[in-house]
């Protein structure tokens, strides 16, 4: 049975930083894609960031580029995701998603995972 469990995420001043984990077991991480999705209080679920199973290609949305890292460390089937310059309109839960795939390709739409987490909150405050 796959699972991804998120976990750091918390309340934060702005400008501030926090990191992110997605820890997976019951799948062969490094055959997966993974990617980052947000969901705030009455909007849809937004792309974060995503990486490729093995780490060399990494993609990000547009209002956290710059400030966000994703990354992975496949010995330990965990992502990661460096939040720095936290804003409040970053405040939402967080997920993490894995795809199977047997290339180095990325996903950026929420119907290309077929894995969920059940999510980790960040609060932002001003």
């Known amino acids: 049975q796959v699972q991804l469990v998120e976990s750091g995420g918390g309340l934060v001043q702005a400008g501030g930083s926090l990191r992110l984990s997605c820890a997976a077991s019951?799948?062969?991480?490094?055959?997966?894609?993974v990617g980052w999705f947000r969901q705030a209080p009455g909007k849809g679920r937004e792309f974060v960031a995503t990486?490729?199973?093995?780490?060399?290609?990494?993609y990000y949305g547009d209002s956290v580029k710059g400030r966000f890292t994703i990354s992975r460390d496949n010995a330990k089937n965990t992502v990661y995701l460096q939040m720095n310059s936290l804003k409040p309109e970053d405040t939402a839960v967080y997920y993490c998603?894995?795809?199977?795939?047997?290339?180095?390709?990325?996903?950026?739409?929420?119907?290309?995972?077929?894995?969920w987490g059940q999510g980790t909150q960040v609060t932002v405050s001003s």
């Open positions: 998603a894995a795809r199977f795939t047997t290339n180095q390709a990325f996903f950026t739409t929420t119907g290309s995972y077929s894995h």
């Open positions: 990486i490729t199973r093995n780490g060399d290609l990494t």
């Open positions: 019951g799948l062969t991480f490094s055959s997966y894609c």
